[in-house]
């Protein structure tokens, strides 16, 4: 079932830093390394996963998926620099998908040798994302719930949740002993954190272990959501 991302601990603290900090440039580093942004950034910063805990380099190495689905053209091939770590490690693209009114997208890959299939969110990439990221209204799941869940990040989960959803039927079907695992950058991290209370909260695909990992998220929801 769900899982929390790990927690890391203060002797972690450095390491971690460093992560943040290589991070958080990469939808620009994305753009310009697929060919669709002119400006030069500078060069690619690697996450030194050499130097990390065992936990702090799985979570680590989810960032790579989370930089991928800003990639334009060579998603689908997963020939970017960052897309590198992932096929090293046995994944295989499985499906694009976005929705081109609301301009979300999300990827889904499937590694047999690890079972495991990884749902990634792009993140803010747009004006129109912008808005999303600042609808600061709180949506009422359920109307006797207390849950509340920011109504811009449930409304690009939605726009895509359905294609997702017959997505990852699928693939477990074939591959009921695969985790799931869903990432995400900014408003990515956001999506993925509402698509995975989603998924608990709805009871889908019971059997089937679920880990979040997110860089960058924003707040989500109200403390019920927390706490649920």
Same mark, same amino acid.
């Given at each position: 079932?769900?899982?929390?991302? &790990?927690?890391?601990?203060? #002797?972690?603290?450095?390491? +971690?830093?460093?992560?943040?900090?290589?991070?958080?440039?990469?939808?620009?580093?994305?753009?310009?390394?697929?060919?669709?942004?002119?400006?030069?950034?500078?060069?690619?910063?690697?996450? &030194?996963?050499?130097?990390?805990?065992?936990?702090?380099?799985? *979570?680590?190495?989810?960032?790579?998926?989370?930089?991928?689905?800003?990639?334009?053209?060579?998603?689908?091939?997963?020939?970017?620099?960052?897309?590198?770590?992932?096929?090293?490690?046995?994944?295989?693209?499985?499906?694009?998908? #976005?929705?081109?009114?609301?301009?979300?997208?999300?990827?889904?890959?499937?590694?047999?040798?690890?079972?495991?299939?990884? +749902?990634?969110?792009?993140?803010?990439?747009?004006?129109?994302?912008?808005?999303?990221?600042?609808?600061?209204?709180?949506?009422?799941?359920?109307?006797?719930?207390?849950?509340?869940?920011?109504?811009?990040?449930?409304?690009?989960?939605?726009?895509?949740?359905?294609?997702?959803?017959?997505?990852?039927? #699928?693939?477990?079907?074939?591959?009921?002993?695969?985790?799931?695992?869903?990432?995400?950058?900014?408003?990515?991290?956001?999506?993925?954190?509402?698509?995975?209370?989603?998924?608990?909260?709805? *009871?889908?695909?019971?059997?089937?272990?679920?880990?979040?990992?997110?860089?960058?998220? &924003?707040?989500?929801?109200?403390?019920?959501?927390?706490?649920?």
């Amino acid at each position: 079932m769900f899982q929390q991302c &790990p927690t890391f601990s203060a #002797s972690n603290a450095s390491c +971690l830093l460093e992560q943040l900090d290589a991070f958080l440039g990469l939808p620009g580093m994305a753009a310009l390394l697929d060919g669709t942004l002119g400006t030069n950034l500078g060069p690619l910063v690697t996450p &030194p996963t050499s130097k990390l805990p065992t936990d702090a380099k799985l *979570n680590s190495f989810y960032m790579y998926f989370a930089g991928a689905a800003y990639c334009e053209r060579t998603l689908p091939t997963l020939t970017c620099p960052w897309c590198g770590n992932i096929t090293s490690r046995g994944y295989t693209f499985h499906a694009l998908i #976005s929705n081109p009114i609301e301009n979300t997208r999300a990827f889904i890959a499937i590694s047999k040798p690890q079972k495991e299939i990884v +749902l990634s969110f792009r993140g803010t990439d747009n004006v129109f994302n912008a808005v999303t990221d600042l609808a600061g209204a709180l949506f009422e799941d359920g109307k006797s719930s207390p849950i509340r869940i920011h109504v811009g990040f449930k409304t690009a989960v939605d726009s895509i949740y359905p294609k997702i959803i017959s997505n990852l039927t #699928s693939l477990l079907s074939s591959n009921p002993d695969f985790k799931v695992v869903v990432t995400g950058h900014s408003l990515g991290g956001a999506m993925a954190s509402v698509f995975a209370f989603r998924l608990k909260y709805r *009871n889908l695909f019971k059997q089937t272990k679920v880990e979040l990992y997110t860089y960058g998220c &924003p707040r989500v929801g109200n403390k019920a959501l927390q706490t649920t």
